[in-house]
């Protein structure tokens, strides 16, 4: 029997059981289990500077074992904020985080923390090994990516200068323990608009190899205003990134801070934290986003959901065409139409969230508004998760909260769009 509270809480999104929490990190596969950190805030349901590092444990991806916390504010750190975890052919696996302090926490210190056990329970933290230049005049400067270029460690930031400009900084290092100071690897200033406007910060940038080709995300942002994700499809050269493409990849309220990771079969994708997806007894707030796995079609970048939904998939698909099936509240929508410019309409529980296609574009309405995405092609996917919609399409993914379903859901199929629908376990 589904409770009240457990028709609140989705069931393949990661929830903390209590307090608040925000962006995902250091998603890694490791020994056989997934390794998922996060930025959360024990003992109450809003944000705070005060940020430690959450930690949960999965063995595919979709359903998670909270952990204890692996970081706390103290010795020497007033918020312990985003970063990442990187583990080398050799040596130990290593967290590289931002340490903040309440005075100003847009501009961060970058510290380490190891494992103190095998399964990764318990850390220990390290010394600084990175600080903004002091001939940076920045506004914003923190969220450490780790990585390897091929020639060297990489530690990419997310940073905006006073000037407006939104750029990514990178330290180098032969060793993950000395680094050289920052240097702009790319930057777009806030008053560009077109193709896609990047704001004036770039927060959580991420460096990624993609189908052979070098693909940075960001979180755009002004100050105290976040946006969207979006990408650049580019080379590295030098030292730097040369953009041959810009992109947007998510729409809608909910994604932001997308944290790059490497499934077990080594194949590159994002997660997110999903604003907006809240307990209405006020216990928890927020969630996380499936597993996004990522491709390129020309220079687009494509995201679609994790293998491991297919694999979730406990039943046969029911066919709906100007009809209506019902089905668990977590389910997996395929729709399909007979040409990019078909009209037709999903209703889910006669109206908790309408999902019209026309005119090349997909929009999806609730009770709280309504938010758009261009469509193209012939094939969506939707995954229902109790409180949380992802949709997913050839030019894009929008993620909108949805209120508590009932224990039973209806999905009503209606125009020139047909639809498979699994139920998901």
């Known amino acids: 029997m589904t409770t009240n509270a457990t028709a609140a809480r989705p069931k393949i999104h990661f929830t903390a059981r209590e307090g608040w929490i925000n962006d995902p990190l250091g998603l890694t596969f490791h020994n056989g289990v997934y390794h998922l950190f996060f930025q959360h805030v024990p003992g109450q349901a809003e944000w705070g500077p005060h940020q430690s590092w959450g930690h949960a444990t999965s063995t595919d991806l979709l359903h998670w074992t909270e952990q204890p916390v692996i970081l706390s504010p103290g010795d020497g750190d007033d918020g312990v904020w985003s970063g990442s975890l990187v583990v080398p052919p050799e040596g130990e696996p290593t967290i590289f985080y931002t340490s903040v302090h309440v005075a100003d926490v847009q501009i961060g210190t970058v510290r380490t923390a190891h494992p103190a056990d095998p399964q990764w329970r318990t850390w220990a933290k390290g010394p600084e090994v990175a600080r903004l230049p002091e001939n940076v005049d920045a506004i914003a400067y923190r969220d450490p990516q780790v990585f390897h270029d091929g020639d060297t460690w990489v530690m990419l930031m997310g940073a905006g200068l006073r000037d407006g400009t939104a750029v990514a900084l990178a330290h180098r290092s032969d060793d993950l323990r000395t680094w050289g100071p920052a240097e702009p690897i790319a930057s777009r200033h806030r008053d560009v608009m ?56 998510s729409y809608g309220p909910s994604y932001y801070a997308g944290s790059a990771y490497a499934d077990a079969a080594g194949d590159s994708g994002l997660i997110y934290w999903l604003r907006g997806v809240d307990d209405p007894g006020g216990a928890w707030a927020s969630a996380h986003s499936l597993p996004h796995t990522l491709h390129l079609e020309g220079d687009r ?125």
Do not use: N
Not at 220 to 245: K, N, R
Not at 316 to 325: D, G, I, K, L, Y
């Open 194 to 249: 077109e193709p896609v406007w990047l704001g004036a910060v770039w927060e959580c940038p991420q460096l990624l190899r993609v189908d052979g080709r070098w693909v940075l995300t960001m979180s755009v942002w002004e100050p105290e205003v976040p946006y969207y994700e979006a990408y650049l499809i580019g080379d590295l050269d030098d030292g730097h990134f040369v953009t041959s493409h810009v992109g947007r990849l």
């Open 301 to 425: 970048l494509i995201a679609a959901p994790h293998a491991a939904v297919e694999q979730a998939r406990v039943s046969s698909a029911q066919q709906a065409m100007e009809s209506t099936v019902t089905t668990t509240p977590t389910c997996d929508v395929l729709l399909t139409t007979a040409s990019p410019s078909a009209r037709g309409t999903v209703i889910v529980d006669g109206g908790r969230a309408q999902i019209l296609v026309a005119a090349g574009q997909v929009e999806v309405t609730t009770g709280a508004g309504s938010w758009s995405m261009p469509a193209g092609g012939t094939e969506l996917r939707l995954v229902l998760d109790g409180p949380v919609l992802e949709v997913f399409g050839p030019h894009g993914t929008l993620a909108v909260p949805l209120p508590v379903p009932a224990e039973h859901v209806t999905v009503e199929v209606t125009g020139a769009l047909a639809a498979q629908v699994w139920e998901l376990d």
